[in-house]
T-cell receptor, first 115, second 114 residues
Framework: KAGVTQTPRYLIKTRGQQVTLSCSPI?????VSWYQQTPGQGLQFLFE???????NKGNFPGRFSGRQFSNSRSEMNVSTLELGDSALYLC??????????????FGNGTRLTVT | KNQVEQSPQSLIILEGKNCTLQ??????????LRWYKQDTGRGPVSLTI?????NTKSNGRYTATLDADTKQSSLHITASQLSDSASYIC?????????????FGTGTQLKVEL
């Protein structure tokens, strides 16, 4: 069974640009959640999608948005990039809603560098 | 405010030795507690998930304990191997009206040396 796939693996952008990250969940998983990981803050929750609907959102500005398609694949978009957006962005899929008994299965992330 | 604190921040041990990582939380209402292992440059991998009624759970050489009364958990690694070098993250799930909410610890960085 294929794991969670995130593309691209690495990305370099300049301030003010926008970026779209992609996540393909494990087959059969309907929940996809996104996280930002930085050395100082650890993992921080961005948002969760379940059956194409955003179900939960973390404390991030509106520049961070996402969507989920009917095949459960998800995309995350960050507009007007800032230097502080440089981070590892992780996507996770699960059978149930995040936080329920099912484990989260993480991808290997997209490393975004903003210059 | 829901918080998860892990200790120590970092740890160096010799191969073959045992070690214990700690996790204290103030998350409520409690739903479950998870331990994840994250290798450098990779996404976290689930080790264990424990609910309120589970005191101990093992996954190979990894054994997690949970004391819901004191809101503490530990992850014990037996006979460590070089491949255990990683960050270990404690995550606590809280029940909310909008579904479960996860609170992440900042992790313990473990290095196993020869």
């Amino acid at each position: 069974k294929a794991g969670v796939t995130q593309t691209p693996r690495y990305l370099i952008k300049t301030r003010g640009q926008q970026v779209t990250l992609s996540c393909s969940p494990i087959s059969g998983h309907r929940s996809v959640s996104w996280y930002q990981q930085t050395p100082g803050q650890g993992l921080q929750f961005l948002f969760e999608y379940f059956s194409e609907t955003q179900r939960n959102k973390g404390n991030f500005p509106g520049r961070f948005s996402g969507r989920q398609f009917s095949n459960s694949r998800s995309e995350m978009n960050v507009s007007t990039l800032e230097l502080g957006d440089s981070a590892l962005y992780l996507c996770a899929s699960s059978l149930e809603r995040q936080g329920a008994k099912s484990p989260l299965h993480f991808g290997n992330g997209t490393r975004l560098t903003v210059t | 405010k829901n918080q998860v604190e892990q200790s120590p921040q970092s740890l160096i041990i010799l191969e073959g030795k045992n070690c214990t990582l700690q996790c204290n939380y103030t998350v409520s209402p409690f739903s479950n507690l998870r331990w994840y292992k994250q290798d450098t440059g990779r996404g976290p991998v689930s080790l264990t998930i424990m609910t309120f009624s589970e005191n101990t759970k093992s996954n190979g050489r990894y054994t997690a304990t949970l004391d819901a009364d004191t809101k503490q958990s530990s992850l014990h690694i037996t006979a460590s191997q070089l491949s255990d070098s990683a960050s270990y993250i404690c995550v606590v799930s809280a029940l909310t009206g909008g579904g479960n909410k996860l609170t992440f610890g900042t992790g313990t960085q473990l290095k196993v040396e020869l």
